[in-house]
């Protein structure tokens, strides 16, 4: 494959769980980094989470401590578990390969499809 493929979508009421994957579209190992995006309708994408090679996480504010990121190298796969779903957590995920260095994610050519994520109130 020649992208990073996600799994996990769903409907969840708010307050509910969900967990997404993403199978790298290489050896996991040549990888720095990956990185989950998302973006909501009307807005802009953003990074929501990060782990590197060294296994070094990184979160964005509105979901540190709900969210949580890890990988599996023997699956080639990086997971992005969700606890505490909020309406405002709607949206596309998607699952991007890149770098991290000097605390900064820079994001790679290599991205998913997105996978939907919908939160209801």
């Known amino acids: 494959q020649v992208q990073p493929v996600e799994s996990g979508k769903g409907l969840v009421q708010a307050g509910g769980s969900l967990r997404l994957s993403c199978v790298a579209s290489g050896s996991i190992f040549s990888i720095n980094a990956m990185g989950w995006y998302r973006q909501a309708p009307g807005k802009q994408r953003e990074l929501v989470a990060v782990?590197?090679?060294?296994?070094?996480?990184n979160y964005e504010d509105s979901v540190k401590g709900r969210f949580t990121i890890s990988r599996d190298n023997a699956k080639n796969t990086v997971y992005l578990q969700m606890n505490s779903l909020k309406p405002e957590d709607t949206a596309v995920y998607y699952c991007?390969?890149?770098?991290?260095?000097?605390?900064?994610?820079?994001?790679?050519?290599?991205w998913g499809q997105g996978t939907q994520v919908t939160v209801s109130s």
């Open positions: 782990i590197t090679s060294g296994g070094v996480t």
């Open positions: 991007n390969e890149g770098y991290y260095s000097g605390g900064y994610y820079y994001d790679g050519r290599n």
